[in-house]
């Protein structure tokens, strides 16, 4: 069931648009940043015709390098603060930012990266007192009066004992520190309280540059688009400043954590580890950290996607100790209660929801009860037997594929890493030619035809598809621990004759920026 076209939902225009995380993003220091570049691909996307930016999360990442186990649901990922936008500003001197340059361009190389960034990043606050415009220092006291209590403080301290316990999770900390005692944090925060101030102004820079790429995208009629993972992770500086909103004990310990049951893919579901949410807990105080959290997001992006929507009905909860999500069970979520406390106090919701896998009508029910759009992915439909390109709703998000997916290419063809059968990769390749009316050579841009062809009111492709690169450009696959989220693109895949190619597409199916 979709809203009708009367209903006052998210999406009201066709639109087209393209997914490419921050990281993906073509520029000289290493990684991509949220500065200089970043315009730059707004104009890149407007000579596509693309007007929908969607990005994954952008929370600073840990072990792994994933952006769906963030350090902090509130805080920036500082390793996409933009190099160029400091030495502008003169906080860094163009010798400093050498050994950056000599980084890869074609991929993420974190471990050579974050230590030198960081101590630049570093050098750069601490001379921000001295050298940044009094105007600046005006905005930066007006960051903190309005993040220090609710939540920047918190991740500075957070980070700080983290460093200082080599990385370890908090539950593994110094009891005083795991149980937050008042003497000891006050004696930490009077010691290193040249360190905190450190990580403040860095999470100053990054939302002051934000700010800046929000306002050129808005004035160059782009939208952004981003996403929430529905849970937090166990060693996060929310957890260890709320624990009182998740089920954890004294000392930091779940006593269940979530997952997905087995199915179809996996005979033993998904252990994902995350705490669980204690939801009575939120309804006794009106869902307020979720609030704060959804009006966070919306700071940084028009729409948000978020992901496992399906928790908010029901969710799998699996003991602590379990060695895998076998023996779990299903648990009410909060449903109607929290997207009306969050529309009380937001208004409309600029939500996407994550609706795919084994989705129950309950689930659908809930969705399209708080007009939220959801999402088809065309890469799983086409193997569904009677699928129609006419099924995609209109207030719905349609994609060839997602971050956790193949590239279309490779999808297509089948990859050395790929868990399907021959027999199964042929037939997604006799479903997918059927429903485009193809060819195995132009697929990628038949699958992109095929998703601004139907009524989904926003079509997206990550940008992989739009460039027709194989499983070489891949930038997640899921249950693996290595080489992800490494995946650039380069500034000379983005020619002129690229993007007129795609602008055409666009403009053809009726999506277009001036349409």
């Known amino acids: 069931m979709t809203a009708s076209p009367e209903s006052d939902t998210l999406l009201r225009e066709r639109q087209a648009g393209v997914c490419l995380h921050i990281t993906s993003l073509p520029g000289p220091y290493g990684i991509g940043e949220i500065g200089p570049e970043a315009c730059t691909f707004i104009d890149t996307m407007r000579d596509m015709q693309l007007g929908v930016w969607q990005f994954l999360p952008t929370g600073p990442t840990a072990y792994g390098d994933s952006p769906y186990q963030p350090l902090s649901t509130f805080a920036g990922n500082e390793m996409l603060i933009s190099i160029g936008a400091l030495l502008e500003m003169e906080l860094l001197a163009e010798f400093e930012a050498e050994e950056l340059t000599r980084l890869p361009a074609e991929y993420v190389d974190y471990g050579a990266l974050i230590p030198v960034k ?38 500075a301290v957070f980070r700080i004992l983290k460093t200082r316990h080599n990385e370890r999770p908090w539950p593994e900390w110094k009891p005083e520190y795991v149980h937050r005692d008042k003497a000891a944090l006050q004696d930490l925060e009077t010691f290193a309280a040249p360190q905190i101030r450190t990580i403040k102004i860095i999470q100053f820079l990054f939302h002051h540059q934000w700010r800046i790429l929000r306002e050129y995208a808005h004035a160059n009629g782009v939208t952004l688009f981003g996403d929430m993972p529905i849970c937090i992770a166990l060693d996060s500086a929310d957890a260890w400043a709320n624990r009182d909103i998740l089920r954890l004990d004294d000392d930091g310990n779940p006593d269940s954590v979530a997952g997905v049951p087995p199915d179809y893919f996996s005979e033993d579901g998904q252990l994902w580890g995350n705490p669980l949410y204690d939801w009575d807990s939120h309804a006794a105080n009106g869902y307020a950290w979720w609030v704060d959290r959804l009006r966070a997001s919306a700071e940084l992006a028009d729409i948000v996607r978020i992901d496992h929507f399906r928790g908010f009905e029901s969710y799998w909860a699996v003991p602590a100790d379990a060695d895998t999500a076998r023996n779990g069970a299903w648990e009410p979520g909060p449903g109607d209660a929290i997207f009306d406390a969050m529309k009380d106090a ?18 659908e029910d809930l969705r399209d009860r708080h007009d939220i759009p959801g999402m088809r992915v065309l890469q799983f439909d086409v193997c569904d037997e009677g699928f129609e390109l006419s099924d995609v709703g209109r207030n719905s998000v349609c994609y060839t594929g997602t971050h956790d997916n193949d590239t279309t290419i490779g999808w297509f063809h089948g990859s050395p890493d790929d868990i399907r059968s021959a027999e199964e990769i042929e037939r997604a390749q006799a479903a997918v030619l059927e429903i485009t009316g193809g060819s195995a050579e132009t697929i990628h841009l038949d699958l992109i035809t095929a998703a601004f ?23 997640n696959t899921p249950g693996t621990a290595g080489g992800n989220w490494r995946w650039r693109v380069l500034d000379a895949q983005l020619s002129s004759e690229v993007c007129d190619n795609i602008a055409g597409m666009v403009r053809a199916s009726g999506r277009g920026l001036n349409h």
């Open 346 to 363: 937001l208004g409309q919701l600029p939500i996407v929801a994550e609706d795919l896998g084994v989705i129950t009508p309950e689930v």
């Open 453 to 475: 062809s139907t009524d989904a009111q926003l079509a997206i492709a990550p940008m992989q598809d739009y460039l027709g690169l194989g499983s070489e450009a891949r930038i």
């Open 118 to 155: 960081s101590y630049l990043l570093d050098v750069a606050a601490q001379r921000f007192p001295f050298k940044a415009s009094d105007e600046l220092k005006a905005q930066y006291a007006d960051f903190l009066e309005a993040n220090d209590a609710a939540w920047l403080h918190d991740y």
